[in-house]
C-alpha cells in the first residue's frame, strides 16, 4: 500500500480539502451576491448588477469555483501528474484573481457604509440596509475562499519546488575554501 508521502504528494489530503472547500464558499458568495439588492420608495432600487466591483466579484467566484471543481476532478488521473507546474500557475491566478475581487468589492461595501465626503458621496446602507448585509457576507465568503487559494498556493508551489535542489547544494564548500585561502595567501 502507498501512502500520499510515499508516493511524492504528502499534502494530498490537505490539498483536496482546500479545493473541495473552495466550493462551497465561492458558490456562496456568488449566490449572495447575485441574488442581492433591494428596493427603497425614496431612493429606488439597488442591485449587484449596478457595481461593477460586485459583479466582477460574481464572475471571479464562479471562475474560481470552476476551476476547483475541474482540478479535483482532473487529480485523479496519474498521467496529469507532470503537470505540476500548471496547476501552480493557475493556483496562484486564481489566488490573485480573487484578491483583486475581494478587495473591489470590499472597496464598493466601504463606499456604501461610510461614505466619501471630500467627494459628497453619502453612505447608503442606512437606506440600503439588507442590501448592505448581504454584500459583507458575500465579501466574507469570498475571504475566506481567498485564504484557501493562498494556502493552496503554497501547497502547490512546495510539490512544484521540492523536485529541486536548492541552488548550490552540490557545490563542495572546502574546495572552494581552500582554493580561497591559497589565493589570499599569494
Given amino acids: 500500500m502507498t ?57 471571479i ?18 498521467s496529469l501528474a507532470r503537470y505540476d507546474w500548471l496547476v501552480f500557475v493557475l493556483d496562484q491566478a486564481a489566488a490573485y484573481l480573487l484578491l483583486t475581487s475581494c478587495s ?14 471630500q467627494v459628497s458621496w453619502g453612505e447608503v446602507c442606512s437606506y440600503f440596509g439588507r442590501f448592505c448585509g448581504r454584500a459583507t457576507v458575500s465579501v466574507a465568503l469570498q475571504a475566506a475562499a481567498l485564504l484557501c487559494f493562498v494556502a493552496l498556493s503554497l501547497v502547490s508551489a512546495f510539490r512544484v519546488f521540492s523536485k529541486f535542489d536548492a541552488p548550490g547544494a552540490d557545490v563542495d564548500c572546502s574546495a572552494s575554501g581552500s582554493k580561497q585561502a591559497d589565493e589570499q595567501g599569494k
Wanted: hydrophobic residues 50%; contains cysteine; positive net charge.
Fill in 61 to 78: 467566484n464562479a471562475i474560481t469555483a470552476a476551476y476547483s471543481v475541474l482540478s479535483i476532478l482532473l487529480s485523479s488521473f496519474k
Fill in 3 to 59: 501512502t500520499a508521502t510515499t508516493t511524492g504528494r504528502p499534502f494530498k489530503v490537505p490539498e483536496m480539502a482546500l479545493r473541495v472547500c473552495v466550493i462551497p464558499l465561492a458558490v456562496a458568495s456568488l449566490w449572495r451576491m447575485a441574488t442581492n439588492r433591494q428596493a427603497d420608495d425614496a431612493y429606488g432600487e439597488i442591485s449587484f448588477s449596478n457595481l461593477s466591483g460586485f459583479k466582477y466579484l460574481v464572475v
Fill in 104 to 117: 473591489a468589492a470590499a472597496e464598493v461595501v466601504y463606499l456604501a457604509r461610510e461614505g466619501d465626503r
